[in-house]
C-alpha cells in the first residue's frame, strides 16, 4: 500500500506564500508523474500543474508565474511553492502520484487534502 501525506496548509494573507509538501511511501517501486489539484466550495476538483518524473512541468493559466511545482526524487516528496496568493487560490489541495510498485502496475494515489485559505 502507498500513502501520500500533504502538510504545509494554512492561512495567509492576500500577496503572500506557502509552501505545500506531499511525501509518498509504503510499497514503491518507481513514481512516475506527480501533480497537484485543488477544489474550492461549491466546484469540481481542478488540476492545479502536474511534473513528470523527468521534471517537466504543466500549469494552469490561473497560476502560472505565480505556483512553481518541484520534486525530490530521493525522498519521494513533491512540493507546491505559492506565490503572490489570492483570495481565489482558496481551496482544498491535493497532491497525487503515479506510483509503480514492486509488482510494476502503476496506480494512481492521493493525499488526503490540505486547506489553503486567502484572506483578502
Known amino acids: 500500500q502507498v500513502q501520500l501525506v500533504e502538510s504545509g496548509g494554512g492561512l495567509v494573507q492576500a500577496g503572500g506564500s506557502l509552501r505545500l509538501s506531499c511525501a509518498a511511501s509504503?510499497?514503491?517501486?518507481?513514481?512516475?508523474?506527480m501533480g497537484w489539484y485543488r477544489q474550492a466550495p461549491g466546484k469540481q476538483r481542478e488540476l492545479v500543474t502536474t511534473?513528470?518524473?523527468?521534471?517537466?512541468?504543466n500549469y494552469a493559466d490561473s497560476v502560472k508565474g505565480r505556483f512553481t511545482i518541484s520534486r525530490d526524487n530521493a525522498k519521494n516528496t513533491v512540493y507546491l511553492q505559492m506565490n503572490s496568493l489570492k483570495s481565489e487560490d482558496t481551496a482544498v489541495y491535493y497532491c497525487?502520484?503515479?506510483?509503480?510498485?514492486?509488482?510494476?502496475?502503476?496506480?494512481?494515489?492521493w493525499g488526503q487534502g490540505t486547506q489553503v485559505t486567502v484572506s483578502s
Open positions: 509504503g510499497s514503491i517501486f518507481s513514481i512516475g508523474a
Open positions: 511534473i513528470t518524473s523527468g521534471g517537466s512541468t
Open positions: 497525487n502520484a503515479d506510483v509503480a510498485g514492486w509488482d510494476f502496475r502503476s496506480l494512481r494515489y
